[in-house]
T-cell receptor
């Protein structure tokens, strides 16, 4: 069965600083990989996704993520964080499990942005 | 195009009661997935429906059930509510199979069990 680990529960960065959120997955093959963002009181919104091809993926709001097969990682990055980026970020894996296809989410990383 | 609509937005119930949550997907979307979100647990997959058929189910007790109608609208039901069922229940829709497509989420139903 696939699994997703987001080792950082909470991260604080200063506005304008760079950001990297970590995500590691466990799956026998290359799964479909996603990053979603959730603002308080809202549902989740897709930032970007990786299926195949170029391992550096560009998303919305200036985010990017890099797939590293050797490390089973799909870390999310942003060169300069804005106060509006404060939210919770979820990494997700779409893959086959037990004969079914399903999407598995990590436990999330809460991002706090300080002035 | 209207987004995913979940009703009600908030719900307060007592232990032992049952509850029904509703989800209207984006027009044209045939897949609806349900997730339970609690602090520290992230999103736990409940089930997925596609064209009125349950395609996959997570590791939840039989008290949690769902269905999908011919218009793709979906409902989930929780019977004999327990305190631990308090959570944000999120519904997501997609055009086809959820694993390789963008999921569109509703704002959720916040369920409190007293």
């Amino acid at each position: 069965a696939q699994s997703v680990t987001q080792p950082d529960i909470h991260i604080t960065v200063s506005e304008g600083a760079s950001l990297e959120l970590r995500c590691n997955y466990s799956y026998g093959a290359t799964p479909y990989l996603f990053w979603y963002v959730q603002s308080p009181g809202q549902g989740l919104q897709l930032l970007l996704k990786y299926f195949s091809g170029d391992t550096l993926v560009q998303g919305i709001k200036g985010f990017e993520a890099e797939f590293k097969r050797s490390q089973s990682s799909f870390n999310l990055r942003k060169p300069s964080v804005h106060w509006s980026d404060a939210a919770e970020y979820f990494c997700a894996v779409g893959a086959q499990s037990g004969g079914y296809q399903k999407v598995t989410f990590g436990t999330g990383t809460k991002l706090q942005v300080i002035p | 195009k209207a987004g995913v609509t979940q009703t009600p937005r908030y719900l307060i119930k007592t232990r032992g009661q049952q509850v029904t949550l509703s989800c209207s997907p984006i027009s044209g979307h045939r897949s609806v997935s349900w997730y339970q979100q609690t602090p520290g647990q992230g999103l736990q997959f409940l089930f997925e429906y596609f064209s009125e058929t349950q395609r996959n189910k997570g590791n939840f007790p039989g008290r949690f059930s769902g269905r999908q109608f011919s218009n793709s609208r979906s409902e989930m039901n929780v019977s004999t509510l327990e305190l631990g069922d308090s959570a944000l229940y999120l519904c997501a829709s997609s055009l086809g199979q959820s694993t390789n497509e963008k999921l569109f989420f509703g704002s959720g139903t916040q369920l409190s069990v007293l």
